[in-house]
């Protein structure tokens, strides 16, 4: 016969587990995006802002395994910044803010975080 208490134990400790896994998967995608977007700055002078978007940075949102990192840049062209970003151990995504529609870059600009920006 199960035993109910121990089922409950069990899959409390894995959900536990999975949860941990999870967050310590989140910090390593922030920091990858904080390293991209400064590394996007030193080598690209025209690009303004990065901005992290998405589930990485968002707190409120959910965070899944498949989660990957999303990026959104302010000047400069993204797909001369795609190489920077290809073969990284997470999968990144780059948006461009001026090709954005301007509800979707005002919504950038308020939920997301600045990763790194030129100084004014």
Not at 58 to 73: N, P
């Amino acid at each position: 016969m199960v035993d109910p208490v121990l089922v409950a134990r069990r899959l409390r400790h894995e959900n536990e587990r999975e949860a941990e896994l999870l967050s310590r998967r989140r910090l390593d995608a922030q920091k990858l995006g904080r390293e991209l977007a400064d590394r996007i700055l030193s080598l690209h002078p025209e690009v303004r802002r990065v901005w992290g978007i998405g589930s990485t940075f968002e707190e409120w949102r959910s965070y899944r395994s498949t989660s990957d990192i999303d990026l959104a840049i302010e000047s400069g062209d993204v797909l001369s910044l795609m190489p920077l970003v290809e073969g990284e151990e997470m999968e990144v995504d780059l948006v461009d803010l001026s090709s954005c529609d301007a509800a979707f870059a005002d919504f950038i600009r308020q939920q997301g975080v600045i990763l790194a920006e030129v100084p004014a």
